[in-house]
């Protein structure tokens, strides 16, 4: 039988190894866009984990989760405006 969790870390195990090597070759090739993708898809994984804690009933750390994608997006999302 599958988790009902499964297709979370799925997306977040994904979400992180995409970021790293999308990263990876933003830093080594200097392309400022693939950077914020990056941060976005490091938020995705974030948010992942915090759906996960919920379903676990784990409350506090679903939310720090949450506020900590939240916070990235919101930083990102106004930078890419600013340029």
């Not at 039988?1 to 799925?10: A, C, I, N, Q």
């Not at 979400?15 to 950077?35: E, P």
């Not at 984990?49 to 379903?55: G, K, P």
């Amino acid at each position: 039988m599958r988790s009902p969790l499964e297709k979370f870390t799925l997306i977040e195990i994904l979400s992180i190894g995409i970021a790293a090597v999308v990263g990876l070759f933003a830093m080594i090739q200097g392309y400022l866009i693939l950077l914020f993708l990056t941060f976005y898809l490091i938020a995705i994984s974030l948010i992942c984990e915090a759906f996960i804690f919920l379903q676990r009933r784990d409350t506090a750390h679903a939310g720090k989760q949450l506020v900590r994608a939240i916070c990235i997006l919101i930083f990102i999302t106004y930078t890419i405006f600013q340029i």
